[in-house]
């Protein structure tokens, strides 16, 4: 199942060199792992619900367990403070929907789990 990589960063007007050195380093510590950028400090075109400042990065993995070797890796982790010293943000990884995916069955589970025991 497909494991995604999201960032919420929030870039400076003018970025540090190291940010610079950040980004061209990146992907050759994805390569390894399957990693590819999805989305990549794209700012919102239009913000329909609430509050969501910064710019968005998406990178999609084969596997969550890809995806955090990737983040655990010694490649990766090396370039984390290249990042986090200049750009504030918040980063997760989570698990895509298994194909095919239901959202009514998703529904019906969650409802039949709020309901307690019969």
């Given at each position: 199942?497909?494991?995604?990589?999201?960032?919420?960063?929030?870039?400076?007007?003018?970025?540090?060199?190291?940010?610079?050195?950040y980004i061209e380093r990146i992907q050759s510590t994805l390569d390894p792992f399957g990693g590819r950028f999805l989305i990549h400090g794209a700012p919102h075109?239009?913000?329909?619900?609430?509050?969501?400042?910064?710019?968005?990065?998406?990178?999609?993995?084969?596997?969550?367990?890809?995806?955090?070797?990737?983040?655990?890796?010694?490649?990766?982790?090396?370039?984390i403070p290249l990042r986090t010293r200049h750009l504030a943000g918040d980063i997760l990884l989570v698990d895509g929907v298994a194909e095919p995916y239901d959202p009514a069955a998703t529904a019906a589970l969650m409802r039949a789990a709020s309901a307690g025991p019969a």
């Open positions: 199942m497909t494991a995604y990589a999201i960032g919420n960063l929030h870039p400076k007007p003018v970025p540090d060199e190291e940010v610079f050195v075109r239009e913000v329909l619900e609430g509050d969501w400042p910064g710019a968005v990065v998406l990178i999609a993995f084969p596997t969550y367990e890809k995806a955090r070797a990737w983040y655990d890796s010694a490649a990766y982790q090396e370039l």
